[in-house]
């Protein structure tokens, strides 16, 4: 088996530099990395994970060795990985296996070298892994599961099950897909949904996304967001950060919902909320964040103006409908490094961001690492979760326990400075007794 599979190891200088950077601005990873090399809470055991291999993943990968475990990682989207941070975890001996510009058999060869190291802890942003060694198991063939196939080796999917005592997930879509496989009975370990905990999905999601896809757009485009007319189609986590954070620089935004709490939330926030329809016919600058299918489609595509920005930030590249942009083009062509441009029959350009794939991880870096810190805190405090209670947890998607979660955004205000209000003993009292009311 491959040690690792990275573009150039030429690069690892870079990379570790861009780490220590990283480490710099992620306190509470740091100081988990600290306790975690006095306490070894995760010895013996080998960790896979299938996560965007940036800066912020190197430093989780850095926390959980000096946890004792052993680390390896693939990527979770062929376009997201730093290629230096990759080199530089190779020649530190991290099992790494990830590069920028993979095509569909190289990005599953490299999960498959992951699940070859026959991990006992799953980590996953988007549940690629999970759901692959799920398909192994129930005998769902595909092609990719083939290439996979071909790297395990003498690894049977038994032995590798049997070994497994938990998962971390980190992204809402990720989640998604493995509550319906739990709702189908077929969950084979216990996941813990790290995306839910609070003091993920309320920072890293709306202000992480908010920040970094705005970061994406600018970068791969330099355009002015002020005065622009941008949509943004799902006022979720994700969609409202970055809709707060569009108006912040001056765009005028327009939300599509189909959530009627979601889009009167965005109604009273001040937005205006349109069907994708009308907003088609308006918008400029065009962003995604659904975690659905095709919600920019053929019929939006025909009743666009010449020239709008189309950027999906939700999981996976299929919010946006490529196949569709690809039937309607007369000539597709890449105009920047991130941008290809479709002209329609009727002439109109259609510039389509990072293939349609995270912007903020195509186009610019992802999340800023301060958010990351927590994020990623939650990660390794939640594999430590699993290796204190393994064996003993159901097969299915557990929240992360709230002193876990309270714990990171504890350590998160400290790291900042600031100091929490305490409840009194009277004022703890209160809070428990029925009897009190109005006197
Ligand atoms: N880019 C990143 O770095 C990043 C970070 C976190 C999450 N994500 C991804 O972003 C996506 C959204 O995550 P979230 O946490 O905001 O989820 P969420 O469930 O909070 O929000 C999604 C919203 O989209 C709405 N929606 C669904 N279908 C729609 C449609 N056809 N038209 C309009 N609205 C529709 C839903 O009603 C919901 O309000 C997921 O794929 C998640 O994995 C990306």
């Given at each position: 088996?491959?040690?690792?599979?990275?573009?150039?190891?030429?690069?690892?200088?870079?990379?570790?530099?861009?780490?220590?950077?990283?480490?710099?601005?992620?306190?509470?990873?740091?100081?988990?990395?600290?306790?975690?090399?006095?306490?070894?809470?995760?010895?013996?055991?080998?960790?896979?994970?299938?996560?965007?291999?940036?800066?912020?993943?190197?430093?989780?990968?850095?926390?959980?060795?000096?946890?004792?475990?052993?680390?390896?990682?693939?990527?979770?989207?062929?376009?997201?990985?730093?290629?230096?941070?990759?080199?530089?975890?190779?020649?530190?001996?991290?099992?790494?296996?990830?590069?920028?510009?993979?095509?569909?058999?190289?990005?599953?060869?490299?999960?498959?070298?992951?699940?070859?190291?026959?991990?006992?802890?799953?980590?996953?942003?988007?549940?690629?892994?999970?759901?692959?060694?799920?398909?192994?198991?129930?005998?769902?063939?595909?092609?990719?599961?083939?290439?996979?196939?071909?790297?395990?080796?003498?690894?049977?999917?038994?032995?590798?099950?049997?070994?497994?005592?938990?998962?971390?997930?980190?992204?809402?879509?990720?989640?998604?897909?493995?509550?319906?496989?739990?709702?189908?009975?077929?969950?084979?370990?216990?996941?813990?949904?790290?995306?839910?905990?609070?003091?993920?999905?309320?920072?890293?999601?709306?202000?992480?996304?908010?920040?970094?896809?705005?970061?994406?757009v600018?970068r791969a485009t330099g355009m002015?967001?002020?005065?622009?007319?941008?949509?943004?189609?799902?006022?979720?986590?994700?969609?409202?950060?970055?809709?707060?954070?569009?108006?912040?620089?001056?765009?005028?935004?327009?939300?599509?919902?189909?959530?009627?709490?979601?889009?009167?939330?965005?109604?009273?926030?001040?937005?205006?909320?349109?069907?994708?329809?009308?907003?088609?016919?308006?918008?400029?600058?065009?962003?995604?964040?659904?975690?659905?299918?095709?919600?920019?489609?053929?019929?939006?595509?025909?009743?666009?103006?010449?020239?709008?920005v189309l950027a999906?930030?939700?999981?996976?590249?299929?919010?946006?409908?490529?196949?569709?942009?690809?039937?309607?083009?007369?000539?597709?062509e890449r105009v920047a490094p991130y941008i290809d441009m479709y002209?329609?029959?009727?002439?109109?350009r259609l510039y389509l961001l990072g293939e349609?794939?995270?912007v903020?991880?195509?186009c610019?870096?992802?999340?800023?690492?301060?958010?990351?810190?927590?994020?990623?805190?939650?990660?390794?405090?939640?594999?430590?979760?699993?290796?204190?209670?393994?064996?003993?947890?159901?097969?299915?998607?557990?929240?992360?326990?709230?002193?876990?979660?309270?714990?990171?955004?504890?350590?998160?205000?400290?790291?900042?400075?600031?100091?929490?209000?305490?409840?009194?003993?009277?004022?703890?009292?209160?809070?428990?007794?029925?009897?009190?009311?109005?006197?």
């Amino acid at each position: 088996m491959k040690e690792y599979w990275v573009k150039d190891l030429s690069l690892a200088n870079f990379g570790r530099k861009r780490i220590e950077w990283a480490r710099n601005l992620m306190p509470v990873l740091s100081k988990i990395l600290e306790d975690f090399r006095k306490e070894k809470p995760l010895k013996g055991l080998r960790i896979g994970a299938c996560l965007h291999i940036t800066a912020e993943t190197a430093v989780l990968a850095e926390a959980l060795i000096e946890g004792g475990a052993e680390v390896s990682l693939c990527a979770s989207n062929p376009l997201s990985t730093q290629d230096d941070v990759a080199a530089a975890l190779a020649e530190s001996g991290v099992g790494v296996y990830a590069f920028r510009g993979q095509g569909v058999e190289e990005y599953y060869r490299c999960i498959g070298y992951v699940l070859a190291s026959s991990p006992n802890i799953t980590i996953d942003d988007g549940a690629d892994l999970i759901s692959t060694i799920h398909k192994f198991w129930y005998g769902v063939e595909s092609k990719e599961l083939a290439y996979v196939r071909d790297v395990l080796g003498g690894l049977s999917i038994q032995d590798l099950v049997r070994g497994i005592i938990g998962g971390c997930e980190e992204t809402t879509t990720g989640v998604i897909r493995l509550r319906a496989m739990a709702g189908e009975g077929k969950l084979l370990y216990p996941v813990v949904a790290v995306n839910d905990a609070d003091s993920k999905r309320l920072f890293d999601n709306p202000i992480g996304t908010g920040q970094s896809a705005l970061d994406g757009v600018m970068r791969a485009t330099g355009m002015l967001l002020a005065g622009r007319n941008a949509v943004v189609v799902g006022f979720g986590n994700v969609g409202s950060g970055i809709a707060h954070r569009l108006r912040g620089m001056g765009a005028r935004v327009t939300v599509v919902e189909v959530d009627p709490i979601k889009a009167l939330r965005a109604v009273m926030d001040g937005f205006n909320v349109e069907p994708m329809r009308k907003a088609a016919t308006h918008g400029e600058l065009f962003i995604t964040a659904t975690g659905n299918i095709n919600v920019i489609r053929r019929i939006h595509f025909e009743a666009m103006k010449d020239g709008v920005v189309l950027a999906n930030a939700g999981h996976f590249d299929v919010e946006i409908n490529k196949r569709d942009l690809e039937e309607l083009c007369v000539r597709k062509e890449r105009v920047a490094p991130y941008i290809d441009m479709y002209v329609m029959r009727d002439g109109r350009r259609l510039y389509l961001l990072g293939e349609g794939r995270l912007v903020n991880l195509v186009c610019a870096e992802g999340h800023p690492y301060d958010v990351m810190d927590m994020s990623f805190s939650l990660q390794a405090l939640s594999a430590k979760y699993l290796a204190e209670n393994r064996r003993k947890l159901p097969n299915q998607v557990l929240d992360v326990p709230k002193d876990i979660d309270h714990l990171v955004a504890k350590l998160k205000l400290e790291s900042m400075g600031i100091e929490l209000e305490e409840l009194t003993e009277e004022q703890k009292n209160y809070f428990l007794k029925w009897e009190f009311g109005s006197e």
